[in-house]
């Protein structure tokens, strides 16, 4: 019977020490889930498990694909999300990069029956991070949009992955985007971008947008600090709508503290081109990746397409691009753009009613 008792005892404490174990735990996954990161990217909402049906048919491995989702560019980012997920079966986690008063919006819109199994994670971008690294023009402050910077903070946004593709919100998928996650990346490249030489691009003339081609397009080589870099001014430049990134050697090389590096020393000296070839977002990495970058198939990044409202390319070879990208003005959800028809077949109608297509189609009646 003392030896019954003891036994009893003993049970009672293990049971005890197993509650307080898992009581702590469960407090540290509060705080873990609660407390916003250091550069105010914090998790908002979370589906970590698809359906066992899914599961079944999806491979395992995780390929991390990172997006920029702005409230009033939305409709985007969902088309280029559907577009990918019903293209592969891998197991793809889209991690959204949206604004605080966004969210709702964005939840509402990714229960839509066409989505509701997709993986995703919502990370709440807080623009003060940029505080002193961008000069914003009081007159425009509208035009600014700090979602374009997100990419420059990949670890932060994907902590716990290797690797992770980042698209823009102004791309239709039309393969298996594991290919393009598998893009080899020469050892040093922290990662692979599609090269302005490339051979579907650089028969593209941009008309009214500088030279999109090249690093003269983008910085002032008239400034000593731009100089000193010793970079050609005739180097090719890349898309960094569209990209691959070992966030292993991301880390090594510091890449974020680099690019804000050259964000903040652009607010002082204006190291940027006057006659700036696309966004802002582009100078800094061009400055960071010269020639230490490796390259993806220009076929997983055929651009331009929003240029102009007029078609560059034959339906043939926009039906083979594995990638369709509307980099310009001319975007196929807000005014006459060229295959806009191609975009409409992964768009998915807003259950909010914020995102109205038909304003595209009435400007195009007005222009006639």
Not at 110 to 137: A, C, H, T
Not at 141 to 156: E, G, M, Q, V
Not at 348 to 360: H, M, Q, S, Y
């Amino acid at each position: 019977s003392v030896n019954i008792s003891i036994l009893i005892v003993a049970v009672i404490i293990f049971l005890l020490v197993i509650h307080h174990n898992f009581l702590s735990l469960s407090d540290f996954l509060r705080r873990e889930l609660s407390d916003p990161s250091p550069l105010g990217l914090q998790p908002i909402d979370f589906i970590p498990a698809a359906p066992q049906r899914l599961t079944d048919e999806r491979n395992d491995k995780e390929i991390s694909v990172v997006i920029a989702a702005s409230d009033e560019r939305l409709g985007g980012a969902i088309a280029a999300m559907n577009s990918i997920y019903q293209h592969t079966s891998s197991n793809v986690v889209f991690y959204i990069v949206t604004l605080n008063d966004t969210v709702d919006h964005l939840r509402m819109w990714l229960r839509s029956p066409p989505l509701k199994n997709m993986r995703y994670r919502i990370l709440d971008f807080d623009p003060r991070v940029l505080e002193g690294k961008v000069q914003v023009d009081p007159q425009k402050a509208d035009t600014f949009k700090p979602l374009t910077f997100a990419r420059f903070y990949l670890p932060s946004l994907v902590p716990h992955a290797e690797k992770v593709i980042y698209v823009d919100d102004d791309v239709i998928v039309q393969d298996d985007i594991v290919e393009l996650y598998n893009t080899p990346l020469k050892p040093g490249h922290a990662a692979a971008f599609s090269d302005d030489c490339d051979s579907t691009s650089s028969k593209v003339a941009v008309r009214g947008a500088g030279n999109q081609y090249n690093y003269i397009g983008f910085l002032d080589y008239k400034k000593e600090t731009i100089r000193k870099l010793a970079m050609k001014a005739n180097t090719c430049s890349f898309n960094p709508g569209v990209f691959v990134a070992n966030l292993t050697e991301w880390k090594l090389q510091n890449i974020t503290k680099q690019l804000e590096k050259w964000m903040a020393l652009n607010v002082v000296e204006e190291l940027y081109s006057k006659t700036l070839a696309g966004s802002i977002t582009t100078p800094p990495l061009l400055i960071v990746f010269y020639k230490q970058h490796s390259s993806i198939d220009p076929m997983w990044n055929v651009r331009h397409l929003g240029s102009s409202a007029g078609k560059r390319y034959s339906p043939q070879f926009v039906k083979a691009a594995k990638l369709l990208h509307w980099n310009g003005h001319f975007k196929p959800w807000g005014r006459t753009a060229s295959y806009a028809e191609v975009w409409e077949k992964w768009y998915v109608p807003d259950p909010a009613g914020k995102f109205n297509l038909i304003r595209r189609h009435s400007e195009a009646y007005e222009a006639k």
